[in-house]
């Protein structure tokens, strides 16, 4: 397994931007894909952003792209989120999560990522 820890949450007015980092420990971290999630308060655990194992390929959702975007280190083991133009409705608790297979293919898919955070709070104040 390996350990995840993110920082950098806070509280941001609407229209500005925050960033998440992500920082690995344990097995391998440049050999494995990973992913950005958030939730809601009384909503299911959503996707945000993913990244392949060399950084090549990025997906995101339809709600953030174009104002977030996921980058990886591969030699500090540290993944960020830059989140950008930020709304109130990305009002969340933020997880990072890693596809600890072996140069896998990136998904979107909760079930495909088997490490996870402890989460990270960013409110956005309207």
């Known amino acids: 397994q390996v350990q995840l820890v993110e920082s950098g949450g806070g509280l941001v007015q609407a229209g500005g931007s925050l960033r998440l980092s992500c920082a690995a420990s344990?097995?391998?971290?440049?050999?494995?894909?990973m992913g950005w999630f958030r939730q809601a308060p009384v909503k299911d655990r959503d996707f945000v952003a993913a990244?392949?194992?060399?950084?090549?390929?990025?997906y995101y959702s339809d709600s953030v792209k174009g104002r977030f975007t996921i980058s990886r280190d591969n030699a500090k083991k540290t993944v960020y989120l830059q989140m950008n133009s930020l709304k109130p409705e990305d009002t969340a608790v933020y997880y990072c999560?890693?596809?600890?297979?072996?140069?896998?293919?990136?998904?979107?898919?909760?079930?495909?990522?088997?490490?996870w955070g402890q989460g990270t709070q960013v409110t956005v104040s309207s």
């Open positions: 999560a890693a596809d600890i297979r072996p140069y896998g293919v990136v998904s979107r898919l909760q079930r495909e990522y088997s490490s």
């Open positions: 344990g097995r391998t971290f440049s050999s494995f894909a």
């Open positions: 990244i392949s194992w060399s950084g090549v390929s990025t």
